[in-house]
């Protein structure tokens, strides 16, 4: 089957736009009150933003929403019995010993220098400035943001390289629900859910005033050396923010971007691993082990006829006990033996920046309830 050309992709989320807003509009345009349809009203609106972006109608729908939830009454969360969540015990391999270096650089010296490299900025006061360093950690406030009947994309599984591993659309209260009330959630206790690269903020706009933008995402830095392919994102800004929202224990594999990242820690903390992208050929990415599909059909990182997913490493670089560990050297001992001299590693805590190049390879994991933004410019 032939691709779309960019204009006749336009047409069709447009399409889908479309229709999403005349069902909402048939749902309560005879209707006093009905929370049901109402619910079933935002819904299909936040389906349009989700799924085809609402091009040329984003405004027209968040008014449409808001014009909703007018006549909705916010059901409150159940009441909250002070027992946390249960909390992973994880397994910190002593295998990395390098730190990401923490500076203050100024600001004419980050196209020279800086850029080359990833850097933490500790308790930046771009970030210090947030109002979301107080009121992001609030699932009340987080609910009011969005208000009632609201749909947001999660990822099911504790990791996106696993045959287990699915998406779904599902409830913005029952996703915020089963971050820090998991003994009330409907959702069953085996599963993990993370927001994970969501552009919370075209959903949610409320939520773009609680954050700033560090200027080094205006910094229009060079092509790294070690990624001369890098070019800018081709949207009107040149810069892509997304949302990052789960419980602890949510990993990201080592993976890597063709962008410049400025990622902020706001709630929770978050262990960050990072490696230079000389060590590419030891990291075992999907798609370049064996050229047998079978062994890879099945696994959703490995996509085979669009290998977007060769950015991904089948190494985990936060083995969760040392069994697992020990299995991991023997099936990749080319990674064990060269990289983790090269690695570095550091945990995020609220007010945190961490600034690294298109090209270098990272992995993630949650330490606890962890909210973080990152700015891809």
């Not at 400025?262 to 978050?270: L, P, S, W």
Request: proline letters at 10%; charged letters at 20%.
């Amino acid at each position: 089957m032939s691709r779309l050309l960019p204009s006749e992709s336009l047409c069709w989320r447009r399409l889908y736009t479309d229709a999403c807003l005349f069902y909402a509009v048939s749902e309560v345009s005879d209707l006093v009150q009905d929370d049901a349809a109402a619910t079933e009203a935002v819904a299909f609106l936040d389906r349009a933003i989700i799924i085809a972006g609402a091009p040329g109608r984003l405004d027209s729908i968040h008014q449409l929403i808001k014009d909703i939830q007018d006549n909705l009454t916010l059901k409150p969360l159940r009441a909250y019995s002070g027992h946390k969540q249960s909390l992973i015990q994880m397994y910190h391999s002593s295998a990395f010993f390098l730190s990401i270096p923490c500076i203050h650089p100024p600001p004419n010296a980050f196209g020279r220098e800086w850029s080359q490299k990833p850097f933490v900025l500790q308790r930046h006061g771009y970030v210090q400035g947030w109002k979301a360093l107080s009121s992001w950690a609030s699932i009340d406030y987080l609910r009011s943001v969005a208000g009632p009947g609201r749909l947001v994309p999660v990822e099911v599984g504790k990791d996106y390289r696993t045959e287990e591993w699915t998406q779904r659309l599902m409830s913005w209260d029952c996703f915020l629900q089963s971050l820090d009330f998991p003994e009330h959630s409907a959702q069953p206790q085996n599963e993990v859910l993370y927001l994970a690269q969501h552009n919370l903020f075209m959903q949610f706009p409320a939520l773009e005033g609680d954050i700033g933008i560090p200027e080094y995402v205006y910094a229009c830095p060079d092509p790294p050396s070690c990624y001369p392919a890098y070019k800018p994102p081709g949207n009107t800004d040149g810069l892509i923010i997304n949302a990052w929202l789960g419980p602890r224990g949510t990993i990201s594999p080592a993976h890597t971007d063709p962008f410049f990242n400025c990622y902020a820690q706001v709630v929770g903390r978050k262990t960050v691993w990072l490696a230079p992208p000389d060590v590419s050929d030891l990291m075992y990415p999907f798609g370049t082990s064996t050229s047998d599909p079978a062994d890879k059909s099945c696994n959703p990182a490995a996509n085979i006829t669009e290998p977007s997913m060769c950015n991904t490493s089948r190494v985990d670089v936060f083995p969760d006990s040392p069994e697992v560990e020990k299995v991991s050297r023997d099936a990749f001992p080319d990674f064990w033996k060269w990289v983790p001299q090269k690695a570095m590693c550091t945990t995020l805590a609220p007010g945190d920046v961490l600034f690294f190049p298109p090209g270098w390879w990272h992995a993630m994991r949650s330490e606890e309830t962890s909210f973080s933004v990152s700015m891809w410019f």
